[in-house]
């Protein structure tokens, strides 16, 4: 079981990276084959913050995600990075976003070394020893070593999310997303990803935003907490709020009642 | 079907003007291309061998009992520049590399690999689709040409070796020689080239567009193979038409 003491922050190399980027989702609707996916969502996250949003599954939290990285678009409201739309084109350039899927979404037909190293790759940022230099160092990161040979395919899925998380801290980021970091995992490899979530909050003050339906992992690693249901968020507050909710929808939405 | 086929302009579009960064790409283009070689030059020779012997084995008895037995080569010749070659290796490239195509970029998009290249900014066009695009463009036109050369030679071992044609391997290339320039293996080349993109764009035009699981990557390439054959079939009418006038 994973408890908050198990997400202290692991040490690592200092911070060069810029800081966090303040979003601000305002009004979010959309709707997806005619059914009404996201109802209204408006909140904001702090530069810095660790955000974790929660709730049953098809609550909306994948959607609301794939909006705040800009790979959907909204039918009403907006979002803003550091007061600039995620629509406008600058807002790529200017701000360093990265989002961990929730299967990783590793290329295949890449090693994990090709993987991490993509980025600095394709945008010919690094020469090719630096690009190997970095890719190292960003596996030593989040504990792996002496793969990048290897291909996804013959990693587990603690190791696949590991990667994905080095893949996206190649790219210094300023915002995080990580879509269900924790699905799939045995509790020991959970908390590896918890630790590794409020590690770099506290090593390079990235602004994370956590979709999860864990409540362990929210309350290990949350500065505030969101619980969203059929679209709409029910709850808001921070962590310690979170646990003092008597609120019996959100016990509801996020415990199981299944007593053996 | 219009909406595909606007889809499918666009994504050519893209590719065009992504062309000045294939310089960057050359190493995944060299991959795609060592890949479609690799998997179709034997196939494509071996057939285009048979499908000459078929066509000298089909008209060949009937031309001798015309008298006109020597002119077969000219004819095996012509018939495998101008059409055959170009056309089935069109055939042969949808069915084997633009389904891979397909179903590689399909199984991309629907397990997020696609959606985590635009997260970093990388364009999928240019990162998947303009390799592949070029790649195949070249490879198919050099397939055209083995095939052709291939086609010519079954064509021969037929003609020589049925007892109902009977000529001798110098009448069979005389006449080929006598018929066939490099105007018409270039009309051949041209049409592969055409097919090419055809094959290349469609296929990962639905590769793109694919959804759902297993099952919608299975329809992606049903939709690819099927969609690249109809529009080659189609323009091959149009493309000869062009080459006539042209010739």
Known sequence: MNTAAQFTPLSGDTNTSLPGVRIQVENLKKSLGGMEILRGLSFEVEAGEIFVIMGPSGSGKSVLLRHLIGLESPDHGRILVNGHSIESPEVRSQYRMAMVFQSGALLNSLTVQENVGIYLKEHRLQ??????????????LVGLTDIGHRYPSELSGGMRKRVAIARSLVI???LILYDEPTSELDPQSSGTIGKEILSLKHRIEVTSIVVSHDPELAIGIADRIAVINEGQIIFIGTTSEFKQTKDPMIHRLLYSDFKP | MFRSLGEILILFQQVVRALPLAVRHSGKILTQFYEIGNASLLMACVLSMFIGGVLALQTGPVLANQGLSGSIGGLVGLSMCKELAPVMMAMLTAG????????????????????????????????????????????????????????WFGGALVSVGSSEIGISFAVYFNNLRELVDSGDVLNGIIKGAVFGIIIGTVSCHQGLKTTGGPRGIGHAVTRAVVNSLALILILDYFLTRILLFWD
């Open chain 1, 127 to 140: 020469t090719p020893n630096e690009i190997q230099k970095t890719v190292d160092e960003k596996l030593k």
């Open chain 2, 96 to 151: 084997r590399i633009g389904s891979a195509m397909a179903a590689e970029i399909g199984s991309m998009k629907v397990y997020q690999e696609i959606d985590a290249l635009i997260t970093m900014n990388i364009n999928p066009v240019h990162y998947l689709v303009l390799p592949r695009m070029i790649a195949i463009t070249l490879a198919l036109p050099m397939l055209v040409v083995f095939a052709i050369l291939a086609g």
């Open chain 1, 172 to 174: 210094e980021p300023q």
